[in-house]
């Protein structure tokens, strides 16, 4: 396992940027950019009865010119990243993955990238096995971002394995692309994968945190499957199962949660 950090291209960075800023995306991820720039007018483009387009517009000109005032944070940002991963991490990975999914790890996903760049939504492709990473991000938020992005990329590497299903079932909003969310926290947490760095309070969405099911803890729950596992397969089954029979109670709390 291998991974490359490198600065993201500027209008791949803006096609993920405005697919959050659409007319029927929640404040709750739309905010998220004008937090990181507050330079951007969120009343401007959200309250002032724009359109979509209009928008688009707007935010395209201003993260231009965000890119060319931030260009040296994102180049040092890089080298950062990169001396980080090298002297504490890349060593160590394939044997913490190994591990903590029951299977070797050493020749697999040899060509990750981190594309560090302008979009404080970090998000991932699995069919290039590369994700983003703000370019503001301290050190441990940067590496808790790529260790959250690899145990994805992992999981479905041996999920499509054992379950030989089709990969655009992995993407938002289907239950498999949930699923992963949640094991991700339970994975790391309770693996080598967690003694890397320290990691901050949270790895996964913040409101699964607090989340009950059935009364318990969602992650208490996937701990208690993950640990009492044959190996990686059966967790893999046994927790698809639990999210089946719970997703109408699952979908309505996030739902809430997001608001």
Same mark, same amino acid.
């Given at each position: 396992m291998r991974l490359t950090w490198k600065q993201k291209d500027f209008d791949e960075d803006i096609d993920f940027i405005l697919f959050h800023q659409r007319d029927e995306t929640p404040? !709750?991820? /739309?905010?998220?950019? #004008? /937090?990181? !720039?507050?330079?951007?007018?969120?009343?401007?483009?959200?309250?002032? @009865?724009?359109?979509?387009e209009q928008r688009f517009d707007y935010i395209i000109e201003q993260m231009k010119i965000q890119a060319k005032k931030r260009q040296d944070v994102i180049d040092k940002s890089i080298k950062s990243f990169q001396? %980080?991963?090298?002297?504490?991490?890349? &060593?160590?990975?394939?044997?913490?993955?190994?591990s903590a999914f029951d299977n070797d790890c050493s020749n697999i996903l040899n060509?990750?990238?981190?594309?560090? @760049?302008?979009?404080?939504?970090c998000p991932?492709?699995?069919?290039?096995?590369? #994700?983003?990473?703000?370019? !503001?991000? &301290?050190?441990?938020?940067?590496?808790?971002?790529?260790?959250?992005?690899?145990?994805? #990329?992992?999981?479905?590497? %041996?999920?499509?394995?054992?379950?030989? &299903?089709?990969?655009?079932?992995?993407? %938002?909003?289907?239950?498999?692309?949930?699923l992963s969310e949640i094991v991700v926290e339970t994975i790391i947490r309770n693996s080598e994968i967690g003694k890397l760095i320290e990691f901050p309070q949270w790895i996964a969405y913040p409101y699964f945190y607090d989340m009950k099911i059935n009364g318990?803890?969602?992650? &208490?729950?996937?701990?208690?499957?993950?640990? @009492?596992?044959?190996?990686?397969?059966?967790?893999?089954?046994?927790? %698809?199962?639990?999210?089946?029979?719970?997703?109408?109670?699952?979908?309505?709390?996030?739902?809430?949660?997001?608001?």
């Open positions: 404040k !709750y991820w /739309h905010y998220h950019l #004008f /937090h990181a !720039y507050p330079d951007l007018d969120y009343n401007y483009c959200w309250n002032s @009865g724009i359109s979509e001396q %980080f991963w090298n002297d504490n991490i890349a &060593d160590k990975l394939n044997k913490v993955f190994s060509e990750m990238k981190a594309e560090v @760049g302008l979009n404080p939504n991932r492709y699995i069919d290039k096995y590369s #994700f983003d990473v703000y370019h !503001y991000y &301290d050190t441990q938020w940067a590496m808790t971002t790529a260790l959250h992005e690899i145990t994805h #990329f992992v999981w479905f590497y %041996f999920w499509q394995q054992h379950f030989k &299903d089709n990969p655009d079932e992995y993407e %938002f909003p289907n239950v498999k692309w949930l318990d803890l969602l992650f &208490d729950t996937m701990k208690k499957l993950y640990l @009492g596992r044959k190996d990686i397969y059966d967790f893999m089954e046994k927790s %698809f199962d639990w999210i089946k029979n719970n997703e109408p109670e699952l979908r309505k709390k996030i739902a809430e949660a997001e608001k």
